[in-house]
Nanobody
Framework: QVQLPESGGGSVQAGGSLRLSCATSRTFLNIATMGWGRQAPGQQRELVASITADGHTNYLDSVRGRFTISTDRSKNTVYLQMDSLKPEDTAVYYC??????????WGQGTQVTVSS
């Protein structure tokens, strides 16, 4: 069973938008920090956005103002709205659920490709 399945990736031209979705559980939304990470070819995975159970958000400097992380508790879903996309945003994007000393889970990833 795949945990944290992601969807919404694809190809878009620079300046365009995509919205990624991550199906999770009410339990995770209540006790974990949910996040989105990305990994470009030859690069280390980096966390681009996170949201705590009480709604505090944090962003990588390079995406702040362009990306928005949010949750919908009625659908048990975490979203990453990505606007003003740049070619350097091209990567595989992964959903993450983190509870220190308990679990650090990653989804299988969804490809985002931004062409110039």
């Amino acid at each position: 069973q795949v945990q944290l399945p992601e969807s919404g990736g694809g190809s878009v031209q620079a300046g365009g938008s995509l919205r990624l979705s991550c199906a999770t559980s009410r339990t995770f939304l209540n006790i974990a920090t949910m996040g989105w990470g990305r990994q470009a070819p030859g690069q280390q995975r980096e966390l681009v956005a996170s949201i705590t159970a009480d709604g505090h958000t944090n962003y990588l400097d390079s995406v702040r103002g362009r990306f928005t992380i949010s949750t919908d508790r009625s659908k048990n879903t975490v979203y990453l709205q990505m606007d003003s996309l740049k070619p350097e945003d091209t990567a595989v994007y992964y959903c993450n659920a983190l509870r220190p000393s308990s679990f650090d889970l990653w989804g299988q990833g969804t490809q985002v490709t931004v062409s110039s």
